[in-house]
């Protein structure tokens, strides 16, 4: 099947009559993996984010079934949250039919690309903690399959405050377009970055944290009552959609600078 570009260049040509293409772009918008999964492979043309497979609980030879038929269609797809006992087995997949990725650290989560073009985007991507590393990974492949540059710092949060000085500073000076913070506990780390800075904030609450406020709903209550303006929030344990908003709000505004 033609892809979006060559059905366009077909009916500007006029080697493709108007119906004809009309039919095409209807059925290039969904698109069935032998009825186990639909893609919405106009999503990246639309929204510009790419597809995302949830691979938690996923049967592994179904799930090996839907990354190759997705790559046979885009350029890239994110799989999040791989069963454990799987990941090594989808690693091993990928070498064996030459699939080219991306993976992060403490987290299954893996990006499958063909190619990806840099849109000029720039995302800081911060941690409050070590135990927040995985979700802000997340953030981070979601980042750079959007095509945006990913400047990542961990472990920076307020029990030792004055280790987040420097990456603000880094991050202002490589004029990034937002800012994803992941934090866990009461989840301050958000505030106090956004308060320090001109840039959108996107608030990460991690489910790291006991007692009352256990499973992130502390950081999220915290985030949610900020004084801080500029800063929004996504879930508990959501770095994937802040990659996403930040990464959108980046290229938007590469998109301008280019333009300017």
């Known amino acids: 099947m033609l892809d979006l570009m060559e059905i366009l260049k077909s009916l500007e040509m006029g080697e493709m009559s108007a119906s004809r293409a009309k039919k095409l772009l209807s059925l290039h ?63 091993s997949f990928s070498k064996r039919h030459h699939l080219r990725i991306q993976t992060g650290k403490n987290t299954t989560s893996i990006l499958f690309f063909k190619k990806i073009s840099l849109s000029g985007g720039k995302v800081g991507v911060v941690t409050a903690g070590t135990s927040d590393i995985g979700i802000a990974e997340e953030a981070r492949l979601m980042c750079e399959a959007m095509g945006c540059k990913s400047i990542t710092s961990y472990d920076v949060g307020i029990a030792g405050l004055h280790r987040i000085f420097p990456i603000i500073k880094r991050l202002v000076g490589e004029e990034v377009d937002a800012i994803v913070v992941v934090a866990g506990m009461e989840g301050a780390l958000a505030s106090v970055v956004s308060a320090l800075v001109d840039i959108p904030v996107i608030g990460v609450p991690s489910s790291v944290g006991y007692g009352y406020g256990a499973k992130g709903v502390a950081a999220l209550a915290s985030m949610l009552q900020s004084c801080t303006l500029g800063l929004s929030v996504v879930n508990i344990d959501n770095g994937i959609g802040a990659g996403a908003f930040a990464a959108n709000i980046a290229n938007r505004a590469a998109s301008r600078k280019s333009r300017d």
């Open 29 to 91: 918008s969904i698109e069935r993996i032998e009825d186990l999964a639909k893609f919405d492979v106009g999503r990246r043309m639309r929204r510009g984010i790419p597809e995302v497979v949830f691979a938690q609980n996923k049967n592994l030879g179904d799930l090996k079934k839907i990354i190759l038929g997705a790559l046979a269609r885009t350029d890239c797809v994110l799989v999040s949250r791989i069963n454990e006992d799987h990941y090594k087995r989808v690693i």
